[in-house]
T-cell receptor, first 114, second 113 residues
Framework: DGGITQSPKYLFRKEGQNVTLSCEQN?????MYWYRQDPGQGLRLIYY???????QKGDIAEGYSVSREKKESFPLTVTSAQKNPTAFYLC?????????????FGEGSRLTVL | GNSVTQMEGPVTLSEEAFLTINCTYT??????LFWYVQYPGEGLQLLLK?????DKGSNKGFEATYRKETTSFHLEKGSVQVSDSAVYFC????????????FGPGTSLSVIP
């Protein structure tokens, strides 16, 4: 079945460590996105990529980095510069170079800083 | 700017009750409107959508009508089930120089037997 796979599902990090969240899709979608979700808040866009080797900052990119070396992969690195990284992270993809609003989501990765 | 406002939760209903979750939006241009649902511990799934004024989106017994005059897209279901317990997000997309989907804060629904 086609879909988006995020890993790991749960991740614990010590302060000062960088961590990388994996996102892989086999939907052949051009665009991919990373969102952050905090309790009681909506989704906030971290980064997005519309084509390979190109990506754009979203609303809260500080302290995060991404790469898009392959169409099916869009890993997110949470760096030590991110002041409050504990959150639920969602990866999504969409058909075409621009979203129509129809996003396909992975099951998320929950990051906890100890 | 573009934004989405939803009624605050949590909402608690008894099984078979009628559900309404209010959503209003502000947008330049002509947005497409969406409802997404998030079950506990999972990602979001598209529940329904409407792309132009007066369109009605429907799925799994849920409905929402795109009301341009009131800038609203309220979600309704005639008889909720325990399995409908989830967080519901209203969202909009309008093509601008900065393509992105804008989500509301979400409304948590709990349905009790």
């Amino acid at each position: 079945d086609g879909g988006i796979t995020q890993s790991p599902k749960y991740l614990f990090r010590k302060e000062g460590q960088n961590v990388t969240l994996s996102c892989e899709q086999n939907l052949n979608h051009d665009a991919m996105y990373w969102y952050r979700q905090d309790p009681g808040q909506g989704l906030r866009l971290i980064y997005y990529s519309q084509i390979v080797n190109d990506f754009q900052k979203g609303d809260i990119a500080e302290g995060y980095s991404v790469s898009r070396e392959k169409k099916e992969s869009f890993p997110l690195t949470v760096t030590s510069a991110q002041k409050n990284p504990t959150a639920f992270y969602l990866c999504a993809s969409s058909i075409g170079l621009a979203p129509t609003g129809e996003l396909f989501f992975g099951e998320g990765s929950r990051l906890t800083v100890l | 700017g573009n934004s989405v406002t939803q009624m605050e939760g949590p909402v608690t209903l008894s099984e078979e009750a009628f559900l309404t979750i209010n959503c209003t939006y502000t947008a330049t241009g002509y947005p497409s409107l969406f409802w997404y649902v998030q079950y506990p511990g999972e990602g979001l799934q598209l529940l329904l959508k409407a792309t132009k004024a007066d369109d009605k989106g429907s799925n799994k017994g849920f409905e929402a009508t795109y009301r341009k005059e009131t800038t609203s897209f309220h979600l309704e279901k005639g008889s909720v089930q325990v399995s409908d317990s989830a967080v519901y997000f209203c969202a909009l997309y309008v093509k601008t120089s900065y393509d992105k989907v804008i989500f509301g804060p979400g409304t948590s629904l709990s349905v009790i037997p």
